[in-house]
């Protein structure tokens, strides 16, 4: 008999959009959590507008950028803009061990669904708030998306080469990886208090400090040193070589990292002990730190004669740190991530066979689990008002008819 999925029996009242929120409720439905997505055709989730869509055309049921944030819960269409929505919304709080949004401060207040009003409705509720800047301070009110907190922490600043303009990281860094963790965390947290003494809470989570919280270094450097970091491309302030260097073919590279004298002499010794890596200027780390222009073309010229997965599996064989910088294509057919079951095929109704990650986390009692695709908006709402309210046909014909569900 299979075992009872971890997070099974709790239910998510999920108001969030976009990435960390999403991102966040995703990590709980992996473990068994029931996420309800309250959304709205008079107000579409921004994902669901952005590609890349499948085969090109674009739709609200066929963003796979909402897709991959979505998987294994259940929408309802539900008009926040009528009167009596807010009575449904309480009816499923009441059903709800979790409440979560992450709008800009005042939004659920403004329905009457702040944290006072919520724990007056369900006294043990977990109720989360995601704020770009925390629910508290001077910016309190100020609207982001992962491009602003990217600047805000500093990423920008950091990412690029030193003698460019920053140029970011080509990705919403803080939705995809701290703030959806650091929350999914924070929930696990507080279910565990509330399971210990019956007790609900409220989750206020910043953003940016999220984000902040896993990129310390630079702040430290300038505390203990009054040292502004600046950017450093690929190059790290302690070791050398730390670089990407082409290799044979169209667009490829491969990723060398070295942290310590017998890597080194390892590296050297692939690249069948070349007579200038015996010089001085390369004996030692430090050396090597003052002298990496140099170092970064001979290493070049080396591996510019190579097939860079070749190259790859010749050096980490001999104990040095290398990686092939891979598209989406080499991702996609990466043997590795294939043999661990990384990717999962679902069948969506409109987008038909769909790709999805599954979670990096590989427990051996309860795994993570994708069972269903991301929903259509509005795809459970008659299910879910029928199984977790208790509603007739004919109660939800006439919240349909009211234009208070969609």
């Known amino acids: 008999m299979p075992n009872k999925r971890p997070l099974e ?56 950028y909402f897709s991959n944030r979505n998987p294994n819960k259940r929408s309802i269409d539900i008009n926040m803009k009528s009167p009596q929505a807010r009575d449904l919304v309480v009816k499923l709080i009441k059903e709800s061990d979790i409440v979560i949004n992450n709008f800009t401060m005042g939004v659920m207040e403004k329905w009457n669904l702040g944290y006072e009003d919520v724990k007056v409705i369900k006294p043990d509720i977990i109720y989360v708030t995601m704020p770009t800047q925390g629910s508290t301070g001077p910016h309190k009110n100020y609207m982001g998306f992962g491009v602003t907190m990217n600047a805000l922490v500093g990423i920008n600043y950091l990412t690029g080469f030193p003698d460019k303009t920053p140029f970011g990281m080509g990705t919403n860094y803080p939705d995809h990886v701290p703030n959806p963790v650091h929350t999914a965390f924070a929930i696990t947290a507080a279910l565990f208090h509330r399971w210990k003494t019956g007790q609900g809470q409220m989750i206020d989570v910043s953003q940016t400090e999220a984000a902040l919280a896993v990129l310390p270094t630079a702040v430290m450097n300038y505390a203990a040193n009054g040292k502004v970091q600046e950017r450093l491309g690929n190059r790290d302030l302690n ?4 670089g990407v260097y082409a290799t044979q073919g169209v667009r490829r590279w491969i990723a060398i990292a070295i942290c310590n004298q017998s890597e080194w002499e390892a590296l050297i010794k692939v690249m069948g002990n ?120 004919a109660e939800i014909a006439k919240l349909r008819e009211d234009n208070v569900i969609g």
């Open 9 to 64: 029996g709790i239910r998510v009242c999920d108001f969030s959009w976009v990435g960390a929120g999403p991102t966040t409720t995703r990590l709980l439905a992996e473990f068994g959590a029931d996420v309800i997505r309250l959304e709205s055709k008079s107000r579409l989730d921004l994902l669901r507008l952005i590609g890349p869509f499948k085969d090109g055309i674009p739709g609200t049921e066929r963003s796979g």
């Open 239 to 242: 070791v050398a070589p730390h």
């Open 274 to 393: 070349p007579e200038w890596a015996d010089s001085e200027k390369f004996s030692s780390m430090a050396n090597r730190l003052a002298n990496q222009d140099e170092l970064d073309q001979m290493i070049e010229e080396w591996t510019n004669k190579h097939e860079a997965y070749r190259l790859m599996d010749r050096l980490a064989q001999a104990g040095v740190r290398a990686g092939v910088l891979q598209n989406s294509k080499d991702l996609l057919e990466d043997p590795q991530l294939n043999e661990r079951g990384f990717w999962k095929y679902l069948n969506h109704q409109e987008m038909r066979r769909h790709v999805y990650n599954v979670s990096p986390t590989h427990l051996s009692k309860t795994p993570a689990e994708l069972y269903s695709p991301a929903p259509l908006l509005g795809e459970h709402t008659d299910e879910v008002l029928k199984e977790v309210l208790g509603l007739s046909e």
